[in-house]
């Protein structure tokens, strides 16, 4: 499930499989993303991973490998595919997806998810994400017209330097709007029946209004995404 992850392993298993990282902002179908490669039995991350019994951000363990010296996904091995790497606080902001770079040249088996949406589309979703906007600002010192602004050059910038360095063959642009359903399988070697299959998660019926506000925090976060996503139908 995604978050989950086996005991480390060791990354020669890998060196013979391609593994997968999302390159694309939050907010435009990481969970989604990260639901479809578990359906074909990956070991998909979705922003945290278990290890020894905690709950650790993919993205601070990026950062902390590289200050440390150690390739970027150290520690990591034993996982398939990485989706929602970012880390958001008041105090600090680590977006791991911006280290393809050193990713791409520690790990020739990794191959990119590049997911786009519409610009404007993705800028109203981070607005309308819990507090997210209020935490961007006030770890940058923004004001909100100035937070909507940086957004829209890091993602002009960002998915320009994407194309432009990664080689097309290690690369997916995926439109999460209009996905191209038969180059998405070929590049993931998936079966011909595969689907991505996007989740609206701003969206909640009333069973699941009722268990954010009577079930205790522990227990709803324990939850595995997938099941939570298809509850919010209801």
Known sequence: ?????????NRLEHSM????????FNRCGTTSIADMLERQGLTAV??????????????????????Q????????????????????????????????REIAAAYPEMKFILNIRKRDDWI???????????????CYG?????????????????????RAEIPAE????????????????????????SAFRRRNKSINGP???WAQKALPKGLVKAVPNRWKNYLKDF
């Open 69 to 100: 010296g150690r390739p970027p996904l150290d520690g990591m091995d034993d996982i398939d595919a990485f989706t929602d790497v970012e880390y958001t606080s008041e105090g600090r902001i680590v977006e791991g997806y911006k280290h393809f």
């Open 1 to 9: 499930m995604p978050g989950m992850a086996r005991p480390p392993g």
């Open 142 to 162: 923004l004001t909100r017209d100035q937070v909507i602004e940086k957004w829209e050059r890091d993602w002009d910038t960002h998915l320009a330097a994407v």
């Open 170 to 193: 290690r690369l997916l642009i995926m439109d999460i709007d209009a996905p191209d359903p038969e180059a998405v399988n070929a590049f993931f070697d998936f079966d011909a029946g």
């Open 124 to 138: 109203k979703s981070r607005l309308g994400f819990a507090n997210y906007p209020e935490r961007y600002a006030a």
């Open 207 to 209: 069973l699941a209004k």
């Open 46 to 67: 979705h922003h945290s991973y278990l290890r020894d019994g905690e709950k650790r951000n993919i993205a601070l363990t990026i950062a902390d490998n590289l200050e």
């Open 17 to 24: 499989k391609p593994r997968f990282f999302q390159v694309g």
